[in-house]
């Protein structure tokens, strides 16, 4: 559950950080930038400011913002069907992306979220650098953070469909609740 005033001077924030790194964006489309808590009523620590340029039945295209330290929570694109799951390239547009996936334990800049250890498995630090980017196959397993300054990233995929993707942290939901009263 997040605020509406939350999620209004999120889309604020948003829109700034994605002008800031390049990305055009109409006024009219800041009502459209999803603010994402996964359920966890803890936005700044656990969440993310999507924009979706495109999504089709086909591919999507989309905009990422993280504010300092926040941190999108381990996941997957599991096979729906007879698509073998989400492909996905994320390319680094502004500022500095902490980005982990399995491998041997080289985390040395990124933060578990507080009390988290449990759902966040992988350890394979790589330190993305605007122009840096990195395409996942199909259900591997992955989280990344923005550090200290914040981050805005592309993610081009193939279908996207956010609500099929799997969490290691059980207590997730990937529909964000907004309470319209607060
Ligand atoms: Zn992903």
Excluded at 123 to 142: F, S
């Amino acid at each position: 559950m997040i605020a509406r005033s939350m999620v209004n001077a999120a889309q604020d924030t948003a829109i700034a950080m994605f002008r800031e790194a390049g990305v055009p964006i109409r006024e009219d489309e800041k009502k459209g930038i999803a603010i994402v808590d996964f359920g966890l009523s803890r936005f700044p620590e656990e969440g993310m400011h999507l924009f979706t340029m495109v999504s089709t039945s086909r591919y999507a295209a989309k905009a990422l913002g993280l504010t300092p330290w926040q941190t999108e929570p381990e996941h997957w694109h599991p096979p729906v069907g007879e698509d073998p799951g989400k492909e996905e390239t994320v390319r680094v547009l502004w500022g500095t992306l902490l980005f982990f996936i399995d491998g041997e334990d080289t985390m040395r800049l990124g933060r578990i979220p507080e009390g988290k250890g449990y759902a966040y498995s992988c350890r394979h630090e790589l330190v993305m650098h605007p122009g840096d980017q990195i395409t996942l196959k199909p259900n591997q397993k992955h989280w990344f953070q923005a550090d200290g300054g914040g981050v805005v990233i592309y993610t081009f995929s193939s279908t996207a469909r956010d609500v099929l993707d799997c969490f290691s942290d059980p207590a997730i939901q990937r529909t964000t609740q907004i309470d319209e009263n607060s």
